[in-house]
């Protein structure tokens, strides 16, 4: 059975610039949630979806940060503007339910020059 | 919210065994879970324990659970050069239904 997959693995952009990040969940799994992991630092919640619905989306920087997930299966995750800060890297996960055992991708690592 | 606290660093020697450490705050985390990353890869899950279980033993891990202290430790018994990774500690923050990581303690198997 095929994993969390992501794309792309690595992304090099200069500042201002938009990028997105694309998520395939595992098959059958309902939820899905996109994390940012800062150098040395553990996962944080950025959004979570049940099916195509965003149920939490508090710690997703709304001014520069879009994501969704419209069929409920795969979902994109969007910056525009990116900012230096924003180098990092982000990280998808799914489940099948809200409650059950997260699994993750092999996350995207973002370099903003 | 939850609040989960690892140690930053850990070196072992091959063959003896590791010991990983994690506070948490929540009491009523359901699971706590331990998951595995290596170099320029995502967060492979390890292992999980229930809230109502004081030991769950998996091969070469075993997890203890102290409820009473909120303290939760992997233990890597004959520890591999393949072992060394960051391992995170991760709880359920109850009221929001996410997950809670530690900063990750990056253990480091000398030869």
């Known amino acids: 059975e095929a994993g969390v997959v992501q794309s792309p693995r690595y992304k090099i952009i200069e500042k201002k610039q938009p990028v997105a990040f694309w998520c395939n969940p595992i098959?059958?799994?309902?939820?899905l949630y996109w994390y940012l992991q800062n150098l040395g630092q553990g996962p944080e919640l950025l959004i979570r979806?049940?099916?195509?619905?965003?149920?939490?989306d508090s710690q997703l920087p709304k001014d520069r940060f879009s994501a969704e997930r419209l069929k409920g299966v795969d979902s994109t995750l969007k910056i525009q503007p990116a900012e230096l800060g924003d180098s990092a890297v982000y990280l998808c996960?799914?489940?099948?339910?809200?409650?059950?055992?997260?699994?993750f991708g092999p996350g995207t690592r973002l370099l903003v020059l | 919210g939850e609040d989960v606290e690892q140690s930053l660093f850990l070196s072992v020697r091959e063959g003896d065994s590791s010991v990983i450490n994690c506070t948490y705050t929540?009491?009523?985390?359901?699971?706590l879970y331990w998951y595995k990353q290596e170099p320029g890869a995502g967060l492979q899950l390890l292992t999980y324990?229930?809230?109502?279980?004081d030991m769950k033993q998996d091969q070469r891990l075993t997890v203890l659970l102290n409820k009473k202290d909120k303290h939760l430790s992997l233990r890597i018994a004959d520890t591999q050069t393949g072992d060394s990774a960051i391992y995170f500690c991760?709880?359920?923050?109850?009221?929001?239904?996410?997950?809670?990581f530690g900063s990750g303690t990056q253990l480091t198997v000398l030869p």
């Open positions: 979806y049940e099916n195509e619905e965003a149920v939490d």
């Open positions: 996960a799914s489940s099948l339910g809200t409650e059950e055992t997260q699994y």
């Open positions: 991760a709880a359920p923050n109850g009221s929001a239904r996410q997950l809670t």
């Open positions: 098959s059958g799994h309902n939820t």
């Open positions: 324990i229930f809230s109502n279980m």
């Open positions: 929540d009491s009523s985390s359901t699971y």
